[in-house]
């Protein structure tokens, strides 16, 4: 098992350009989370997913969106990247409320 | 006041030595708690779940005490491996779905 797989591990992006993040898990997990992690702030929960075709907001949701297509993958998207947004990305899932396992994460730098 | 409040260290211990972390959470219908470790420029992993009674796993233990609000972890024998940051993590009884609170982690360095 690949376990909880993020692509991409890096990107530059400027100011105003837009991309998606993509998280995939291959444990039949039904939750799905996207957090970001900036230095001395902790991880903070931007969007999460309870089921495929289900999304709710986090801690920290604006300028982010998601989409849970199919039960595997969770999408994050900047629709407008700002410096502000220049972070590590974590996905992570689990299969109820207990361990959350999380992927290696996608550093993103917005110019 | 932060939800989950950590001291941020960092402890620099020898080898062999045993260091304490500790944890306060501020919401009193927290249900679950966690300690997660976390290598550098790397994903969290849970460490232990902590439970009311306290429980041990191998030189790990952590202890709740919720009358004060407080979680605490406990590594005994230090190893080079302990090397990372240590997350204290809460999940509240009055959020939807299940996500899970973050505290800002406590950086421990083990040297030789």
């Known amino acids: 098992n690949a376990g909880v797989t993020q692509t991409p591990k890096f990107r530059v992006l400027k100011t105003g350009q837009s991309m998606t993040l993509l998280c995939a898990q291959d444990m039949n997990h039904e939750y799905m989370y996207w957090y970001r992690q900036d230095p001395g702030m902790g991880l903070r929960l931007i969007h999460y997913?309870?089921?495929?075709?289900?999304?709710a907001k986090g801690e920290v949701p604006d300028g982010y969106n998601v989409s849970r297509l199919k039960k595997q993958n969770f999408l994050l998207g900047l629709e407008s990247a700002a410096p502000s947004q220049t972070s590590v990305y974590f996905c992570?899932?689990?299969?109820?409320?207990?361990?959350?396992?999380f992927g290696p994460g996608t550093r993103l730098t917005v110019l | 006041r932060k939800e989950v409040e950590q001291d941020p260290g960092p402890f620099n211990v020898p080898e062999g030595a045993t260091v304490a972390f500790n944890c306060t959470y501020s919401n009193s219908a927290s249900q679950s708690f966690f300690w997660y470790r976390q290598d550098c420029r790397k994903e969290p992993k849970l460490l232990m779940s902590?439970?009311?009674s306290g429980n041990e796993d191998g030189r790990f233990t952590a202890q709740l005490n919720r009358a004060s609000q407080y979680i605490s972890l406990l590594i005994r024998d230090s190893k080079l491996s302990d090397s990372a940051t240590y997350l204290c993590?809460?999940?509240?009884?009055?959020?939807?779905?299940?996500?899970?609170?973050f505290g800002k982690g406590t950086t421990l360095s083990v040297s030789s």
């Open positions: 993590v809460v999940r509240m009884a009055n959020q939807a779905g299940t996500a899970l609170i």
């Open positions: 902590v439970y009311s």
């Open positions: 997913s309870v089921g495929e075709g289900t999304t």
């Open positions: 992570a899932s689990s299969l109820g409320a207990g361990e959350q396992f």
